[in-house]
C-alpha cells in the first residue's frame, strides 16, 4: 500500500464535482500498474480509457468516489491542491522503500550517458531524479534517504516551477539497492522498464 501511496504523491489528485462527490484518481500510460493498483486496494471500480492521437499514448484512468478515502488521503497532507504543498506522509521506514519506489515509478525517471565527453576518455555515468512542484517534499525524502546512508542527492530548480532532486552513480546504486531490495519486491510491484535501466548500468560496470 506504501507503494500506491507513493504513486499518488506523483501521478494521482483529488476531485470534487458539482454536486459535493468527492473522487481520488490516478491517471497514465501504463495500463499493467494501474491493474495491479486497483489489486492491492481492492477496488471494483472500472478503469476507463482515452485514446491517443499521433504520438501520444492512451490515458487509463482509476476513479474511485469515496468521501472517507478522500478525507484519509487530505490528512496524510494530499489535498486539492497538493502540486505544490506536498508533504512526506508519515511512512514507517519498513515501507519507505514502497513508497520512494511508488514515487519514482510516477515523478522519477533514470538515464544512462557520458559526461566530460571533451575528453580523451569519456566517462559512461547514471543519473537518477525524483521531480516535485514541491521543494518541501524533495527536501523529506532527501534527508530520509540521507538518514540510511543514500547521500550526495543534490535538489535544483528547473524551468517553470518544479525542482529536481537528482543522484549520481553512487547514489543511483545505493537507490538501486534500496528499492529494489529482493526481499521488498516479494510483496511489491514496480515499473520493469525503469529497474531495467539500473541493471543495465550495472551490467555495464561489470
Given at each position: 500500500m506504501a507503494y500506491v501511496l507513493g504513486f499518488f504523491a506523483a501521478d494521482g489528485y483529488i476531485t470534487v464535482n458539482k454536486r459535493g462527490g468527492q473522487f481520488w484518481c490516478i491517471?497514465?500510460?501504463?495500463?499493467?500498474?494501474l491493474r495491479q493498483i486497483k489489486k492491492t486496494?481492492?477496488?471494483?471500480?472500472?478503469?476507463?480509457?482515452?485514446?491517443?492521437s499521433g504520438n501520444t499514448s492512451a490515458l487509463y484512468r482509476l476513479q474511485i468516489g469515496s468521501i472517507e478515502m478522500c478525507d484519509d488521503l487530505r490528512k496524510l497532507g494530499f489535498d486539492e491542491r497538493k502540486t505544490k504543498s506536498l508533504v512526506v506522509p508519515n511512512v514507517p521506514q519498513?515501507?519507505?522503500?514502497?513508497f520512494v519506489r511508488g514515487?519514482?515509478?510516477?515523478?522519477?525517471n533514470v538515464?544512462?550517458?557520458?559526461?566530460?565527453?571533451?575528453?580523451v576518455k569519456k566517462l559512461r555515468t547514471i543519473r537518477t531524479v525524483f521531480t516535485s512542484c514541491s521543494l518541501s517534499f524533495?527536501?523529506?525524502?532527501?534527508?530520509?534517504?540521507?538518514?540510511?546512508?543514500?547521500?550526495?542527492?543534490?535538489?535544483?530548480?528547473?524551468?517553470?516551477?518544479?525542482?529536481?532532486?537528482?543522484?549520481?552513480?553512487?547514489?543511483?546504486l545505493k537507490l538501486y539497492d534500496f528499492m529494489y531490495n529482493t526481499h521488498i519486491l516479494k510483496n511489491s510491484f514496480f515499473l520493469q522498464r525503469k529497474k531495467l535501466i539500473f541493471?543495465?548500468?550495472?551490467?555495464?560496470?561489470a
Open positions: 491517471q497514465i500510460t501504463d495500463e499493467g500498474l486496494i481492492e477496488a471494483e471500480h472500472k478503469i476507463s480509457v482515452r485514446k491517443g519498513k515501507f519507505f522503500p514502497d514515487y519514482f515509478d510516477g515523478d522519477g538515464w544512462i550517458g557520458y559526461v566530460h565527453k571533451d575528453r524533495l527536501t523529506t525524502v532527501k534527508q530520509r534517504l540521507e538518514r540510511i546512508g543514500i547521500e550526495k542527492g543534490v535538489i535544483r530548480k528547473g524551468n517553470g516551477y518544479h525542482f529536481r532532486l537528482t543522484y549520481s552513480i553512487y547514489g543511483s541493471e543495465k548500468y550495472i551490467s555495464l560496470r
